[in-house]
């Protein structure tokens, strides 16, 4: 889930009803508090008054998304966008690819004199530096963990510091060189985990005050395919509570190019750390944004997988329909090789299908971009870093053509993730341990919680229906292109292509008065990541603006 940096409200915009669907919202009576009170009791559920004047809004929204759902005719045949699935995980792990993605031709660097400028280097250029044993695992790790103490709390981007971990996992990385073995391009690299992937040994604490002492017994399988490919975990980054926003316990992830700034969410460390320098890329996780969002304020390189891409077996649930993992990095072959080492079947999450990923992809000459020319006039102060990003698309050969996106009520079917969400944190509701989240009032978790209680299970299907007849069309819109570019946080592409399950690339292109990033997000077909990754690639190889740093880290 986003947070707007700005203000510290959701980026959700579900308020907005055409004159028809307004019309249809019309015809409800009032609602009375003593209707929340008789609905409540017929679920079994008691709410403090204050708690039901939060909810009072919220509710009424919710009943206008259900006249706009309504607006849409669905016939007896269409099911919904979710289907039973008889048969359990596998329990065997299927066979993975026997090696690792091959690093892209490019000179074999030399170590710097100044240590420090290794901060900023993309994977790719680390890697050829400690295969080629001119730098230890272990110097790079102390690098990291020197800069994730020192920085860590300026940007509060940090939960738990994994030091003794990380040095062990350093050590093993040179012992394994030393005697030749290399895993591949991860080999020995540092890491940091959005602190809602399960961690064996450290705590696991969603970012919640609930949950700050959890403790869970076993490794996400991010974790340790992760660690498999030698990867070097230095610490559990922080996330805004429960996967919403930039505000955890502790207090506000700052983005490192403006510290008045938040990072957005909910994958804000993971954003800032890496962007700062502090650690060689991050995982973060994205349900509605949070993997696009935290790119966009912090100038990384983000990926969000097709849904059903990468297992989230260790991973918080917050809505088992929309959840998926993916790295936020320096630049889009970094993502290529984390994406490559995490993806894939794993027996303990029934979603993830194996699909191949062919990188490099083919080249960019000649592929069809569509440009959703409505999404782009809402862009406002950030219009010419645009249009000279589109530019720069027809400069390398690839032809634009306009685009619109599939015309449904789109916001209305985010009742979907409010649904979910509640059952998934169903305990934390009844208990009233929703009490001790940092964020309280109308636009916050608990009140969200509360009030998606009261959502009927029909409206929820209903909801899910139109979601399938979105995918649908879709579908049939990536017949007329191959990718669609569109800005990364304006406008109704973020949600759609979250409900739809399709890859996108979030990637730096300038930058806002406020010396915070723009960013523009690549949108593929389903489990076409590697047309995405390489178009953004051929963009960053002609320009410079991944590579820029944030002047107070360097």
């Not at 409540?40 to 708690?51: D, H, K, S, V």
């Not at 295969?131 to 790079?140: G, K």
Request: proline letters at 6%; one cysteine or more.
């Amino acid at each position: 889930m986003t947070q707007r940096a700005d203000d510290g409200k959701d980026n959700v915009k579900d308020d907005g009803i055409d004159d028809v669907q307004a019309g249809a919202a019309a015809n409800f009576a009032p609602l009375t508090d003593g209707e929340i009170v008789a609905a409540l009791a017929l679920i079994g559920l008691e709410y403090t008054p204050e708690e039901r004047g939060y909810a009072e809004n919220r509710l009424k929204r919710h009943r206008d998304h259900y006249a706009q759902l309504r607006t849409v005719e669905l016939q007896n045949h269409e099911g919904p966008a979710f289907r039973f699935d008889a048969q359990l995980p596998a329990p065997a792990v299927p066979a993975r690819a026997a090696r690792p993605l091959s690093l892209l031709p490019a000179p074999m660097p030399s170590r710097p004199d100044r240590l420090e400028d290794l901060a900023f280097w993309p994977i790719s250029q680390l890697a050829r530096l400690v295969h080629s044993r001119q730098m230890t695992s272990r110097e790079l790790t102390e690098l990291y963990l020197d800069r994730l103490q020192a920085h860590g709390g300026t940007l509060e981007c940090v939960i738990t510091l994994a030091a003794d971990q990380a040095r062990a996992q350093a050590a093993q990385a040179d012992a394994e060189l030393a005697q030749g073995q290399w895993r591949g391009p991860l080999h020995g690299i540092p890491w940091g985990a959005k602190d809602l992937l399960a961690t064996r040994g450290l705590p696991t604490t969603w970012g919640a005050p609930p949950f700050r002492e959890q403790m869970i017994d076993l490794d996400a399988t991010v974790v340790t395919r992760l660690r498999e490919a030698g990867a070097v975990l230095t610490a559990k980054l922080t996330m805004g509570s429960l996967a919403w926003g930039d505000v955890w316990f502790g207090g506000r992830t700052r983005s490192p190019w403006n510290l008045e700034e938040g990072s957005s969410g909910s994958s804000a460390g993971s954003g800032a750390a890496t962007a700062a320098g502090l650690v060689g890329f991050g995982i973060g996780t994205e349900t509605f944004g949070s993997i696009v969002s935290p790119s966009n304020q912090c100038g990384t390189t983000g990926l969000r997988p097709t849904f059903g891409r990468v297992s989230r077996h260790g991973a918080m649930t917050l809505c088992w329909t929309l959840d998926k993992i993916g790295p936020l990095c320096r630049s889009a072959e970094d993502c290529a090789l984390v994406f490559d080492a995490i993806r894939g079947p794993d027996g303990k999450d029934a979603t993830v299908e194996n699909h191949p990923f062919e990188w490099p992809a083919r080249g960019v000459q000649g592929l069809k971009v569509g440009v959703i020319e409505a999404d782009f006039e809402q862009a406002g102060e950030q219009a010419a870093q645009h249009q000279a990003a589109l530019a720069t698309l027809e400069q390398l050969g690839m032809e634009l053509v306009p685009l619109q996106l599939p015309d449904y009520p789109l916001e209305s079917m985010q009742i979907i993730l409010w649904a979910e969400a509640a059952a998934a944190f169903d305990d934390l509701t009844r208990s009233g341990r929703d009490d001790l989240l940092v964020r309280q009032g109308e636009e916050s978790w608990p009140n969200r919680f509360r009030v998606s209680r009261l959502i009927p299970a029909v409206e929820y299907i209903q909801a899910n229906r139109v979601r399938l007849k979105v995918m649908q069309a879709m579908a049939e819109l990536f017949e007329k292109v191959d990718l669609f570019v569109a800005p990364a946080v304006h406008g109704r592409n973020l949600w759609l292509t979250n409900a739809t399950g399709h890859p996108s690339v979030a990637f730096p292109h300038g930058f806002r008065p406020n010396r915070l990033p723009t960013t523009l997000t690549f949108t593929g077909k389903l489990f076409d990541e590697a047309t995405i990754l390489m178009a953004a690639k051929a963009f960053q190889d002609a320009t410079d603006f991944h590579l820029q740093k944030p002047p107070r880290f360097v």
